[in-house]
Structure formats: C-alpha cells, structure tokens
C-alpha cells in the first residue's frame, strides 16, 4: 500500500518578508540549497512507498506549483485550487475527498510544503511506523523532541503513560502556543512535543471525522468539490458553497475535539522555518550565517544574506543583527526581533507600498518578467519565456514596444505576420497591433522589453487569445 501525499501549499506568510511576500510566498524560494522548500518537500515524499501527491493551493500559485514539480521531475496526482484561503481544515478534506472518489481505504499523509526536514530516511521511517496506526482507523500525528523553549510552537501532550519509542504513542491533547514560563515547563516535563502540523490517516477515517465533528465544513467543502470544474491541468473547486466556509485549521476542527489520535514521535532536525531566526538557527555555523554574496566580518550571532547576483552585503561588527537584501527592500532586524517581521509588512501595506506584497520578479505561466529601469514614459524589463511556452496574443491601448533578444530564439507575432528572432536581433511592436511571443526552443528564452507610452500598467493588456484560458 502507497501512503499519498497531501501537500498544502497555499500559504502566504510575512514574518521571512521580504524574501517570502504574499506574490511569491516562502514555500517557493530555495532558503536552503538550490530547491525550493516546497519542492524539497515533494522529493521527501517522492519514492516506490508514495503515490503521486495532490496539490492543495491558491490561484496565484498554480501554475508556479506545476512548475516547480516539473523541474524536480514529479508528476501530480491532482491539484486542486481553492476559490480563497480558508486555512488547513478545509484544504486537508477537499484532497481526502478527491482520493476517497477511487479509493477511500488510502492512506494519507498531510504534509505543509514549507517545513524543513533534513533527514529524508528519519522522516520516512517515521511514516512507516505510523502507518499500521492509521489503517486501525487511528488519526497520527507527529510530534517533535523539542529542544528549546519555544513560544511560536504549539505543544502536543502526550498521555502521561506514554513511553516514547519509535511507534505511535497515546495523545492527551493539544497546546496553544506558551509564554516563555510555560514554554521552559514542558521543555522540562518530558512529555510534550512541538506540534509540527503533519497528520497520517485512511481518507475513510478523516471523512468520517469531519462528518460528525466538522459538518458544516464537510458539507461546504463536498458541495464545493462536487461543483468544481476542470481548468487545464487543475480541478477548481466551486467558489460559491467554498465562500460559506469559516476559516479555521485542522487542530482546531478535528484534532482537539478527535479521540482517537495518537502522536509518533520525532527525534531529528525539523523547523517550520517560521523567521528569520529559525532561518539562523538552522543554517549558522559558529553563529554567523551568510548566503549569496553576503560577508561577514567579526560578526556574531547574524544572519546575512544577499539575494541579488552581483550585490555585496558586508557586515562588520555586528551581533544578534538579520540583514537580508532583495532588489526593491532590505531588511534590518535585531534577531531577537524576527517573529515582528509581519509588523514591518503591515507598516508598508499602510503606506501603500508595493514592496510590502509583490515579488520584484512577477511569475506567469510562461515564465516570469522584472522590471530593470523606469522612468517617464518609458520601462525596460527583462522577460524569460520557458521552453516550449507562449504568452497571449494581446493588445495594448497606451504603449508600444521594442523586444531585443538576449538568449534562444523567438517566436514573435506581429499582428498576421509571424518572425523568428534570434540572438542580438530586435522587432518593434507598435501601439495597438496584436502581438505574441513564443519560444519554440527547448531552453529558456531571454529578451529585453523596452516599453514607451503615456500608460505602463500591467492592466492595458488586452488578451485575444490565451493557451493557459486567460482571456
């Protein structure tokens, strides 16, 4: 029997801005290595004990969680597309659902895709030893050795006959996030485990759950699943009965109220990578952590980072000091200070500034483009087209446009004409003329946009025809 992933992958968390923004959320950025953390996650979960995983996420994200699974070479089983964010308790049931149509004795595995988990082996065995639990019609989860008093946790307390071993053990209940008093307690008491948010269960087990403990829920959900509508790759679920749905995670509908759970221990490295801090504490050697073109000089306890290529952070001097650089922000923090990140983006959301949400680079379907200068009346972006992609065929009321390429060819349309271009060659586009670009290439395509005109907004596209069905 294969164990079916389940990856929740529609978050949008603040406190690792401005890496992390609500464009372009942490689970899709590589804070360690070259993989992002959630393609990490779908390796961790890839292997002959996993079936294919289904995809839970958001509009925005679509077609960057296609891509990113491709580029690791994993294919999904589904994804499907919440209207909007209602937290975990409506996600996890959507994706039981959608298994349990061909198999409701499957096994599944409840997974964020943002979390970090070195040991690959560790956690998979992890998983086997909860498995017999779980076809016993059991709800597991998994619990962590905590190792420090943490407060941005919460707890699991587990029964105080429990004696921990490798296999799932009795659950007494759950722990909001403590003070710091109450955190130093029950790292001391040796019965509590940090809560890591990663639950195993047969899809008949949970739908029952929900069915008597989470109704409104269920329903909500099973109507908006049953109504949904095939989009290309995705399955949206219907935006009517979804908007009906009160937000809340699984914890709170299921696992504190469940009585038949069970809890299997974890013993090894695991951080949800909550800040900048943890960040720091995962990734320091001596104290000092740096990353891309970041220097660090008689420094201590710092985290620092730079995340444009060609851009040198250098620090000299500091202590218990997180310094991260992106093209359009930096942020300065005392380390102490990084679960307040959130306050610095609500600052900026209060001024209106753009920096406080959007990603500099803004990823479509096709790939993804950045703006390099601005000025009146003009904008120079640099725009990468994946293999095999097409931007749609649109029109523009206020700008015309001259596209220079860089690397690979193009495909260019222009209105009924159709040229390829070539490294070091150009093409104008004219004001209002219908126009495409395509790479029939099998790498990555690379050009210059340079755009004139009274109006540079991204809303004067006017799309005629669209293969990814948004016009």
Request: with cysteine; glycine share 8%; aromatic share 8%.
């Amino acid at each position: 029997m294969k164990v079916t992933p389940i990856i929740l992958c529609g978050g949008s968390g603040t406190r690792l801005w401005p890496l992390s923004r609500k464009s372009y959320p942490k689970q899709f950025s590589p804070f360690i290595g070259t993989d992002s953390l959630y393609q990490t996650c779908a390796r961790r979960l890839s292997s002959d004990a996993f079936a294919a995983p289904v995809i839970v996420t958001g509009d925005p994200f679509r077609f960057i969680a296609l891509q990113q699974l491709g580029d690791v070479g994993i294919e999904p089983g589904a994804v499907l597309i919440e209207p909007v964010g209602r937290d975990t308790a409506p996600a996890v049931i959507a994706a039981a659902l959608k298994v349990a149509e061909s198999d409701p004795e499957a096994v599944l595995l409840v997974a964020p895709s943002d979390h970090l988990i070195p040991d690959e082996q560790a956690f998979r065995a992890s998983i086997a030893a909860a498995i017999p639990a779980a076809l016993t019609g059991q709800i597991v989860t998994f619990g962590v050795k905590p190792t420090r008093p943490e407060t941005g946790y919460g707890y699991l307390e587990l029964a105080a006959q429990a004696r921990v071993g490798t296999g799932p053990v009795p659950l007494n209940g759950f722990v909001e996030k403590p003070d710091a008093a109450e955190a130093e307690t029950m790292l001391h008491a040796g019965n509590y485990l940090w809560n890591a948010g990663i639950f195993l269960f047969t899809a008949k087990a949970i739908i029952a759950a929900y069915r008597h403990l989470a109704p409104v829920i269920f329903d909500a959900v099973k109507a908006a699943l049953d109504e949904g509508i095939t989009d290309l790759a995705f399955l949206r679920l219907a935006p009517d009965p979804w908007a009906r749905i009160t937000p809340a995670s699984i914890d709170y509908a299921i696992m504190e109220k469940a009585t038949n759970l069970s809890v299997v221990p974890y013993t090894e490295t695991w951080s949800d990578l909550g800040d900048w801090a943890a960040v720091w504490r995962e990734t320091q050697r001596d104290g000092v952590a740096v990353a891309g073109e970041a220097t660090a000089i008689e420094c201590q306890n710092v985290l620092l980072r730079s995340e444009v290529e060609g851009q040198s952070l250098v620090g000299i001097g500091l202590e218990d000091i997180v310094a991260v650089a992106m093209p359009d922000a930096v942020l300065i923090s005392h380390k102490d200070r990084a679960q307040d990140v959130k306050l610095a983006v609500r600052t900026l959301r209060d001024k209106g500034s753009r920096q406080a949400e959007n990603f500099p680079r803004d990823y479509r379907p096709w790939g993804w483009f950045e703006s390099l200068a601005t000025g009146d009346r003009f904008q120079v972006k640099r725009i990468v087209v994946n293999p095999g992609a097409a931007l749609s065929l649109q029109s523009h009321h206020h700008r015309s446009e001259h596209w220079i390429v860089v690397q690979g060819t193009a495909s260019v349309t222009v209105g009924n004409k159709v040229d390829l271009v070539t490294e070091n060659q150009s093409i104008y586009i004219p004001l209002g003329t219908r126009h495409r670009l395509e790479n029939p290439g099998k790498l990555p395509m690379i050009l210059i946009e340079v755009q004139t005109g009274a109006y540079l907004g991204e809303d004067d596209i006017i799309r005629h025809d669209d293969i990814y069905a948004r016009a």
